[in-house]
């Protein structure tokens, strides 16, 4: 059976906290709740109105400037100059779509391709991670002609029906689809084991039989390598292998979700599935790609996909359009020129670093601090031999971080996990705002 | 049963017509070939090969112009300099999530939610048409409890998995839902009935009984109102409400889908669900919603929503980011300050009136010419009294236009329908470009 949580609700306003607010935010909060849907979810007890970006930084409506510490959309930084005269320029000359031949699409199509390995060689564009996780679940179901998707625990994959019903991470209100199993994503604090990745191989070959079991045919083995919404675990480089190769031995695919690792995030490789030197038959990205623009793609080999594009049309009408191609095209020229891979493995190794040293001088509440490049988790426990979550006081520290301006959120089943992800330029001379931010904030804190 | 159709692989490029084509344009489509999938389609025998675009007019890379007739999406004009400014004046300040409070989001809301009936008093924001699509359906069948969903049997609603399913349109290599049940759409040109109000309102009564023999609970009724993909049959105004009140009476919901009709493309109304005096129940809106940019919505009633929305988070990382909301601002904009609506009103007379002329002369080839505002069907037959669809000649017709650079395509079960939806620019001094073209090709072609 798959196991469900209520992590989505976390770090999220609500009403009780109304009194918290300045009189134009506690106006905005009642505009919203008046136009939009009860399912739109806000952070913080008490929300940020945010009116510029640039680089790492953001600044709200009084002025005051935050350091971005949590979003990977802006990836190469917010209102980043080159993308946005990459997409003006594009939208002044043409916006249409894939009906229509264009060079810019197949020069793109030919430079990311390049980024991965030589098996990995077709491309499809959407707008969304969602839209790209939906369609590779489809072909990866036409292909083995199963239906079976195991995910990890606590996984996100999206918002449309199907994918929905592959992420645990949105909640009991949410059900999985029947033939949907779950995983324990791979815990090295936790479990403690040097045999955590036969360990884990071993879960998902008791998934498949499971599933076998109940007559559903295994079709995809469907998850983020870094296991973002599962509590940042990087692993160590390789560690997924032996899993994989399982997958591929019950006749599965392996769909390597890349809306969160992808795109030089992870310092050690561009894609997070090279960190673990594995060949997908399936990628699929989204946040990053273009820096804001709303673009995602399915990236695969070429028989995995003819199983369903040879039978089926497939037009998604923004997908790969001219101006979403060109900020994707500016997000890699970006990442070259400031050679932002480079970046994120310097700094975010100097990050970690500084990081671990204030778990040391706050050794009753951090238990762990783990990470890739510019992705880290930050584990808060209510004591270091118990290892207990202290869910409550993630989320009390998110709330002074706030107030040292200092924007982040949580991940996990349980909540306790800062997920530290800022844009790329992050730059070493940050590291020190929000480590003293923490060690105020766990001081104010008592702990 | 839902019966299925191969419609979307009408006008389509195919390996067969290389030989047609210049060298550029042959290297394009190899380099396609081997980069994209295979589910992709090039419109024409002869793919046009786009580089810039102006209001009404696209440009290939050889200097040649076009008028297009056919697209939808840069619907206030391609390359419009109002909402290229707008997306590019936001995208220089700040382009992030829902999480964050901001002002546009809220001020969007309010300005588009006034041009529908009071009930319809809540808004949530996606990326593409198929997300808002998926979002509905997910959302009336919670409200409604039921599964059943009933579309026309040429219906397109959209990619994803779920909407895929309901998505004939698609071909035989689509499975549709279980829970899917297809109607006719109403076609007065075919039909003949003065009675076809409630004809069709008692093919969906049939269809929702024929669901509850199977088990299944009615949910909703998904349409487009102008059905397009079906052949464009706008009707007379008002004559959707017997239908509705059938889907109301039996406890489902109406989803009206405005990717197509919706932002005053019909003239005589904003959305299409207007023109019929209907107040829906969720109202879905996508492609020219933006101009391009990825923007799409669902407008609901709030008790509708709050089924879903108060059980489940959703969130859609790009969906009603202040850069997407900005050209949905500036659409808006366009449309009042260009009088667009009234335009497409006056213009779309004009051209109803050209094209019925069109008709008159060729009166062996043109069985129907009906429309209302700048979204008109132009119906080929093979000979006026049995009505016998041309496909054959609509496809003949296509390429001889596009060699007379007007760009349009076809709909309908039968393929044998122009569609013709230019952008809304489109002016009286472009209606004899297009009837001369057809009149010749029409001449040409022996009819």
Same mark, same amino acid.
């Given at each position: 059976? $798959?196991?469900?949580? #209520?992590?989505?609700? #976390?770090?999220?306003?609500?009403?009780?906290?109304?009194?918290?607010?300045?009189?134009?935010?506690?106006?905005?909060?009642?505009?919203?709740?008046?136009? +939009?849907?009860?399912?739109?979810?806000?952070?913080?007890?008490?929300?940020?109105?945010?009116?510029? *970006?640039? *680089?790492?930084?953001?600044? &709200?409506?009084?002025?005051?400037?935050?350091? &971005?510490?949590?979003?990977?959309?802006?990836?190469?930084? =917010?209102?980043?100059?080159?993308?946005?005269?990459?997409?003006?320029?594009?939208?002044?000359?043409?916006?249409?779509?894939?009906?229509?031949? =264009?060079?810019?699409?197949?020069?793109?199509?030919?430079?990311?391709? $390049?980024?991965? !390995?030589?098996?990995? @060689?077709?491309?499809?564009?959407?707008?969304?991670?969602?839209?790209?996780?939906?369609?590779?679940?489809?072909? $990866?179901?036409?292909?083995?002609?199963?239906?079976?998707?195991?995910?990890?625990?606590?996984?996100?994959?999206?918002?449309?029906?199907?994918?929905?019903?592959?992420?645990?991470?949105?909640?009991?209100?949410?059900?999985?689809? !029947?033939?949907?199993?779950?995983?324990?994503?791979?815990?090295?604090?936790?479990?403690?084991?040097?045999? +955590?990745?036969?360990?884990?191989?071993?879960?998902?070959? $008791?998934?498949?039989?499971?599933? %076998?079991?109940?007559?559903?045919?295994?079709?995809?083995?469907?998850? @983020?390598?870094?296991?973002?919404?599962?509590?940042?675990?990087?692993?160590?480089?390789?560690?997924?292998?032996?899993?994989?190769?399982?997958?591929?031995?019950?006749?599965?695919?392996?769909?390597?979700?890349?809306?969160?690792?992808?795109?030089?995030?992870?310092?050690?490789?561009?894609?997070?599935?090279?960190?673990?030197?594995?060949?997908? &038959?399936?990628?699929?990205?989204?946040?990053?790609?273009?820096?804001?623009?709303?673009?995602?793609?399915?990236?695969?080999?070429?028989?995995?996909?003819?199983?369903?594009? @040879?039978?089926? !049309?497939?037009?998604? #009408?923004?997908? *790969?359009?001219?101006?979403?191609?060109?900020?994707?095209?500016?997000?890699?020229?970006?990442?070259?020129?400031?050679?932002?891979?480079?970046?994120?493995?310097?700094?975010?190794?100097?990050?970690?670093?500084?990081?671990?040293?204030?778990?040391?001088? =706050?050794?009753? %509440?951090?238990?762990?601090?783990?990470?890739?490049?510019?992705?880290?988790?930050?584990?808060?426990?209510? @004591?270091?031999?118990?290892?207990?979550?202290?869910?409550?006081?993630?989320?009390?520290?998110?709330?002074? +971080?706030?107030?040292?301006?200092?924007?982040?959120?949580?991940?996990?089943?349980?909540?306790?996990?800062?997920?530290?992800? !800022?844009?790329?330029?992050?730059?070493?001379?940050?590291?020190?705002?929000?480590?003293?931010?923490?060690?105020?904030?766990?001081?104010?804190?008592?702990?």
């Amino acid at each position: 059976m $798959a196991t469900r949580s #209520t992590i989505m609700d #976390t770090n999220s306003y609500r009403d009780e906290f109304v009194d918290l607010l300045p009189p134009q935010e506690k106006e905005l909060i009642q505009r919203r709740s008046q136009l +939009l849907g009860s399912a739109y979810r806000l952070f913080y007890r008490k929300p940020v109105h945010l009116v510029r *970006g640039r *680089g790492q930084y953001l600044w &709200d409506a009084e002025g005051n400037q935050y350091l &971005d510490v949590y979003n990977n959309v802006a990836s190469v930084g =917010h209102a980043h100059p080159v993308v946005v005269e990459a997409v003006s320029r594009q939208l002044r000359q043409l916006n249409t779509h894939t009906r229509y031949l =264009h060079e810019a699409i197949l020069d793109y199509s030919e430079r990311i391709l $390049a980024t991965m !390995p030589a098996a990995i @060689d077709t491309a499809m564009y959407m707008c969304t991670g969602s839209e790209a996780n939906d369609l590779a679940v489809r072909v $990866a179901q036409r292909y083995t002609g199963g239906q079976g998707v195991i995910v990890t625990r606590e996984a996100y994959h999206g918002t449309s029906a199907l994918t929905s019903g592959l992420s645990p991470a949105l909640g009991a209100g949410q059900e999985m689809l !029947p033939t949907a199993r779950t995983v324990a994503a791979p815990d090295p604090y936790r479990s403690g084991s040097a045999e +955590l990745a036969q360990q884990f191989a071993a879960t998902i070959q $008791a998934q498949i039989d499971d599933l %076998a079991e109940e007559g559903v045919k295994f079709a995809a083995f469907l998850a @983020d390598s870094i296991f973002s919404s599962d509590g940042v675990f990087p692993n160590h480089p390789g560690m997924l292998a032996a899993a994989i190769d399982v997958v591929h031995r019950n006749g599965g695919v392996f769909i390597a979700d890349e809306v969160q690792p992808g795109f030089a995030r992870t310092g050690e490789a561009f894609w997070g599935f090279a960190r673990h030197n594995l060949v997908p &038959d399936l990628v699929t990205t989204g946040k990053p790609m273009g820096n804001g623009m709303p673009i995602s793609a399915l990236f695969a080999k070429k028989d995995v996909l003819a199983a369903f594009g @040879d039978h089926i !049309p497939y037009f998604n #009408t923004f997908g *790969g359009n001219p101006v979403s191609i060109a900020a994707a095209q500016a997000v890699l020229d970006v990442i070259e020129t400031e050679r932002l891979q480079e970046h994120a493995q310097e700094v975010g190794t100097e990050f970690l670093t500084a990081l671990r040293q204030v778990g040391v001088a =706050h050794p009753s %509440a951090v238990g762990d601090v783990r990470g890739a490049g510019l992705f880290i988790g930050f584990e808060l426990v209510t @004591d270091p031999e118990s290892k207990t979550p202290d869910k409550a006081l993630a989320l009390d520290l998110l709330e002074e +971080l706030r107030e040292r301006r200092v924007l982040t959120s949580v991940a996990g089943p349980f909540g306790n996990v800062l997920k530290l992800r !800022p844009p790329l330029p992050f730059a070493a001379a940050d590291i020190s705002w929000v480590c003293e931010a923490l060690d105020i904030s766990l001081t104010v804190l008592g702990r």
